[in-house]
Nanobody, 121 residues
Framework: VQLQASGGGLVQAGGSLRLSCAASGRTFSNYGMGWFRQAPGKEREFVAGISRSGASTYYLVSVKGRFTLSRDNAKNTVYLQMNSLKPEDTAVYYC???????????????WGQGTQVTVSS
């Protein structure tokens, strides 16, 4: 039972990254999935959530219109396409199963190591 996040990196402001999160050990399509992030010295915050089928999504206001969340249930993977990145998007990004699109729940184990996103100005 685990989540494996990947795809982070260093990018200039205005650039793009695509994060992936592969889940294992549970029936992936039974759960909503979400991305969260934690910047240095700050609490972890919700970024985006997607329903089990992918039909519904919900975003943090500051990323709406720039980030797009999708999932491939056949591959047990959720994706976060991040465009027009800003320095304030710099954080470690984590994925998790979610309840109600925004509340993290421990279905696939702990948060995992996350993936670092650094946006330079």
């Amino acid at each position: 039972v685990q989540l494996q996040a990947s795809g982070g990196g260093l990018v200039q402001a205005g650039g793009s990254l695509r994060l992936s999160c592969a889940a294992s050990g549970r029936t992936f399509s039974n759960y909503g999935m979400g991305w969260f992030r934690q910047a240095p010295g700050k609490e972890r915050e919700f970024v985006a959530g997607i329903s089990r089928s992918g039909a519904s999504t919900y975003y943090l206001v500051s990323v709406k219109g720039r980030f797009t969340l999708s999932r491939d249930n056949a591959k047990n993977t959720v994706y976060l396409q991040m465009n027009s990145l800003k320095p304030e998007d710099t954080a470690v990004y984590y994925c998790s199963a979610v309840d109600g699109l925004t509340v993290p729940i421990e279905i696939f184990g702990s948060w995992g190591q996350g993936t670092q996103v650094t946006v330079s100005s």
